[in-house]
């Protein structure tokens, strides 16, 4: 998925990630996802993804600019990307 996206392209991005903002995120009732974050993504030329060791398409982690917030953040964890938003 990653490389299909160019400089320039947005997209959603939406991840369950372990901590944010360096607190660590409580566990849902399944005692193994927390709740996920939605924003509005660019992919740019300082954006990355690193592929996880032995696998095809898990990433160990993403960095985008984040178009609600106004700078970079790096997704961890379990990450969606929807393509093709306006």
Request: aromatic share 10%; proline share 3%; with cysteine.
């Amino acid at each position: 998925m990653i490389d299909k996206l160019k400089i320039g392209q947005k997209f959603i991005i939406t991840y369950r990630p372990n901590t944010h903002n360096g607190v660590a995120r409580p566990k849902l009732k399944n005692g193994k996802d927390t709740r996920q974050i939605t924003r509005r993504a660019e992919w740019t030329d300082k954006s990355r993804a690193l592929l996880a060791p032995d696998t095809k398409n898990k990433y160990r982690y993403i960095t985008y600019y984040d178009l609600d917030q106004q700078g970079y953040r790096c997704a961890t964890g379990k990450v969606w990307i929807t393509l093709e938003v306006a």
